[in-house]
């Protein structure tokens, strides 16, 4: 895995006398290179990971930050664990209940969207019907090397939650992907 942190050499073109003819070296790999570093250019995949159909507010600015700061594409992932290819008895309920959690991911990744291109970052959501890790396997299998995930953590119940030490507290948590 390539280090995102090191700084890239700066590659000049140089002329070389070869058999008795001056060329320039300047190769369409150095040309591809010298594309990598111009600004807009995509430097890897930054996955966000949203609650089912939503994504927090918190999480929307910290991927977007991120992706702005590291030349990132952002792949917006909403997972439920739902089957919708199966048939049985109630199929018709299913097919509903799977094209309901669709139109309200892509309605609730609205906010998201916009907050990329604004920005200038590339954006893709992805809706998957299974569980999270497994449709974060599935994304990394069709679209490639990740270099980040982002997500919120599991929400737990509230419980006794009287003192400021107990309040909930909005956490993102960022995954490094090797």
Do not use: W
């Not at 992706?67 to 089957?83: G, V």
């Not at 497994?134 to 509230?158: H, N, T, W």
């Amino acid at each position: 895995m390539r280090n995102l942190f090191k700084r890239r050499k700066k590659n000049k073109a140089s002329n070389h006398v070869q058999d008795g003819k001056k060329m320039d070296q300047t190769s369409s790999e150095s040309k591809q290179i010298e594309g990598m570093n111009a600004p807009g250019a995509i430097e890897g995949k930054l996955v966000v990971m949203g609650r089912e159909s939503d994504f927090s507010q918190e999480v929307i600015s910290y991927a977007v930050d991120m992706a702005k700061r590291m030349s990132f594409e952002i792949l917006a992932l909403n997972s439920a664990p739902l089957n919708c290819d199966a048939f049985s008895l109630f199929s018709t309920s299913k097919h509903k209940l799977c094209n309901e959690f669709k139109a309200i991911s892509e309605k609730n990744a609205m906010a998201f969207r916009q907050a990329a291109e604004e920005n200038s970052i590339p954006f893709t959501q992805i809706i998957k019907f299974d569980e999270p890790e497994k449709a974060l396997s599935e994304v990394q299998r069709e679209f490639g090397q990740i270099e980040f995930v982002i997500s919120e953590p599991q929400s737990s119940p509230d419980v006794n939650r009287v003192s400021n030490q107990n309040r909930p507290q909005n956490e993102v948590l960022v995954y490094s992907m090797i």
